[in-house]
T-cell receptor, first 116, second 117 residues
Framework: GDSVTQMEGPVTLSEEAFLTINCTYTATGYPSLFWYVQYPGEGLQLLLKATKADDKGSNKGFEATYRKETTSFHLEKGSVQVSDSAVYFCALSGNAGGTSYGKLTFGQGTILTVHP | EAGVTQFPSHSVIEKGQTVTLRCDPISGHDNLYWYRRVMGKEIKFLLHFVKESKQDESGMPNNRFLAERTGGTYSTLKVQPAELEDSGVYFC???????????????FGPGTRLTVL
């Protein structure tokens, strides 16, 4: 079945540091890939997505590129802020028509803490 | 537009008791999902409703879990009787009606933290 393997944390960075959180996946066909973020006390929010190979999702300075050859979707940000402190989840949804279409398969989550 | 709401935010019960979690999706969202995160592990899919019908319940752990969505609006997830391993955070998500080949963003509620003692 589908699975997502995500870099385990926690990750602690200083403000303005470069961030990478690794994510690789296993799925049949052509899944859609996502990064969700959960800020303290809140629900999950979609951060960015990519629906086909070589697509780059971007939002709030974060980027991730759908790499089918390496089955990866690593999250990056060039300069993190204290307000980026949160839990980040990589996820996939199976391709349309497949048995896993619609439901999300998540990685374990990575806790990011950014210090001033 | 109101977001997805869940009630209660926290629940502490003893093993063997019954708990019912409620989710109110965004108005007009036909798709409703339940997920669960056991401490420190990945968020796992439980089931998917399209309106009042169960589209996929492959993630339901066992028959102690019963989900309903009468009338296709809010949904409840009942755990009866609760066991220690049921502790975790239960998330609900909703999305707009699906169209062929497209993915509609799932909007998540804040979750219900269930603790079984």
């Amino acid at each position: 079945g589908d699975s997502v393997t995500q870099m385990e944390g926690p990750v602690t960075l200083s403000e303005e540091a470069f961030l990478t959180i690794n994510c690789t996946y296993t799925a049949t066909g052509y899944p859609s890939l996502f990064w969700y973020v959960q800020y303290p006390g809140e629900g999950l929010q979609l951060l960015l997505k990519a629906t086909k190979a070589d697509d780059k999702g971007s939002n709030k300075g974060f980027e991730a590129t759908y790499r089918k050859e390496t089955t990866s979707f690593h999250l990056e940000k060039g300069s993190v802020q204290v307000s980026d402190s949160a839990v980040y989840f990589c996820a996939l949804s199976g391709n349309a028509g497949g048995t896993s279409y619609g439901k999300l398969t998540f990685g374990q989550g990575t806790i990011l803490t950014v210090h001033p | 537009e109101a977001g997805v709401t869940q009630f209660p935010s926290h629940s502490v019960i003893e093993k063997g008791q019954t708990v019912t979690l409620r989710c109110d999706p965004i108005s007009g969202h036909d798709n409703l999902y339940w997920y669960r995160r056991v401490m420190g592990k990945e968020i796992k899919f439980l089931l998917h409703f399209v309106k009042e019908s169960k589209q996929d319940e492959s993630g339901m752990p066992n028959n102690r879990f019963l989900a309903e969505r009468t009338g296709g609006t809010y949904s409840t997830l009942k755990v009866q009787p609760a066991e220690l391993e049921d502790s975790g955070v239960y998330f609900c998500a909703s999305s707009r009606p699906s169209s062929a080949g497209s993915y509609n963003e799932q909007f998540f509620g804040p979750g219900t933290r269930l603790t079984v003692l």
